[in-house]
T-cell receptor, first 112, second 114 residues
Framework: GESVGLHLPTLSVQEGDNSIINCAYS??????FIWYKQESGKGPQFIID?????DKRQGQRVTVLLNKTVKHLSLQIAATQPGDSAVYFC???????????FGKGTLLTVNP | ETGVTQSPTHLIKTRGQQVTLRCSSQ?????VSWYQQALGQGPQFIFQ???????GRGNFPPRFSGLQFPNYSSELNVNALELDDSALYLC?????????????FGPGTRLLVL
């Protein structure tokens, strides 16, 4: 069945370092991927997305890389700040036009 | 532009009761999706509404039902509440239900079933 998983459940970094959060997906029909940030007590906040016809997309301080060969997605955060501390989810769409499938999430902690 | 809003923010019910949660979509968005997020887990898709019709459903029993209104706001109804229904219920809206459309989430309703 479809699944989206993460390699690391927790990640702790120093302020100013770069962070990399990884995600594996198993549905080869997936063609749209989104990274969300969820702070405690809040709903998921859109960070960046990427379509399957791309392998890299950059935003402000964030970059998403997509490797369809190994079904792997990563989120890179440059110069990580304490405000980046949150749970990060990758989500995918594929096979339907309505449903997002989420992984369990990675908790990112930024130490000052 | 107004984001996705949900009400109430918190709710406590007992087993067997019924609950109604409400969502207002982001301005200009006609598609609303509902998700259940258990503690420590990622959101799980419940169903989606588009133009007042159910447009897709996840693996949830029929006691989870919904509505969408002409102004695109939506309700999630859960009958015969069970303890395992305790979770954060998230509403997300999108411009249209196409595969490449981003879904934007509201703050959620925290439901506790005792």
């Amino acid at each position: 069945g479809e699944s989206v998983g993460l390699h690391l459940p927790t990640l702790s970094v120093q302020e100013g370092d770069n962070s990399i959060i990884n995600c594996a997906y198993s549905n080869s029909a997936s063609d749209y991927f989104i990274w969300y940030k969820q702070e405690s007590g809040k709903g998921p906040q859109f960070i960046i997305d990427i379509r399957s016809n791309m392998d890299k997309r950059q935003g402000q301080r964030v970059t998403v890389l997509l490797n369809k060969t190994v079904k792997h997605l990563s989120l890179q955060i440059a110069a990580t700040q304490p405000g980046d501390s949150a749970v990060y989810f990758c989500a995918e769409k594929g096979g339907s036009n309505y449903k997002l499938t989420f992984g369990k999430g990675t908790l990112l902690t930024v130490n000052p | 532009e107004t984001g996705v809003t949900q009400s109430p923010t918190h709710l406590i019910k007992t087993r067997g009761q019924q609950v109604t949660l409400r969502c207002s979509s982001q301005s200009g968005h006609n598609t609303v999706s509902w998700y259940q997020q258990a503690l420590g887990q990622g959101p799980q898709f419940i169903f989606q509404y588009y133009r007042e019709e159910e447009n897709g459903r996840g693996n949830f029993p029929p006691r989870f039902s919904g509505l969408q209104f002409p102004n695109y706001s939506s309700e999630l109804n859960v009958n015969a509440l069970e303890l395992d229904d305790s979770a954060l219920y998230l509403c997300a809206s999108s411009l249209v239900p196409s595969r490449g459309e981003t879904q934007y989430f509201g703050p959620g309703t925290r439901l506790l079933v005792l």
